[in-house]
Nanobody, 120 residues
Framework: QVQLVESGGGLVQPGGSLRLSCAAS????????MGWYRQAPGKQRELVAA???????NYADSVKGRFTISRDNAKNTMYLQMNSLEPEDTAVYYC??????????????WGQGTQVTVSS
């Protein structure tokens, strides 16, 4: 079974940095687009950044210039470098990936989420 596991969340002061990782494991034939989403208390889940298999990326306006998404296809791993963090970035961050799995079907998979808290 395919699993996505996030890591790297935590508590950081405003202006600080964190790097999130998302590792995919299991029987994986290919990974298409990958993305980071976040959900703050009382709010809907929103797309933060996405990256194609070829490395093309796009970002939510609120994080442009501060966050950088990347991936290592050889390791089936995606990253989110978050700089100049603001209290408004506080949320649970989830990774998502479109994966060609053992059933030879493209499915969307989600990680369990990692908490990011920006506070002094």
């Amino acid at each position: 079974q395919v699993q996505l596991v996030e890591s790297g969340g935590g508590l950081v002061q405003p202006g600080g940095s964190l790097r999130l990782s998302c590792a995919a494991s299991g029987i994986i034939f290919s990974i298409n687009a990958m993305g980071w989403y976040r959900q703050a208390p009382g709010k809907q889940r929103e797309l933060v950044a996405a990256i194609s298999s070829g490395g093309n990326s796009n970002y939510a306006d609120s994080v442009k210039g501060r966050f950088t998404i990347s991936r290592d296809n050889a390791k089936n791993t995606m990253y989110l470098q978050m700089n100049s963090l603001e209290p408004e970035d506080t949320a649970v961050y989830y990774c998502n990936a479109r994966i060609l799995d053992r059933k030879v079907v493209w499915n969307d998979y989600w990680g369990q989420g990692t908490q990011v808290t920006v506070s002094s």
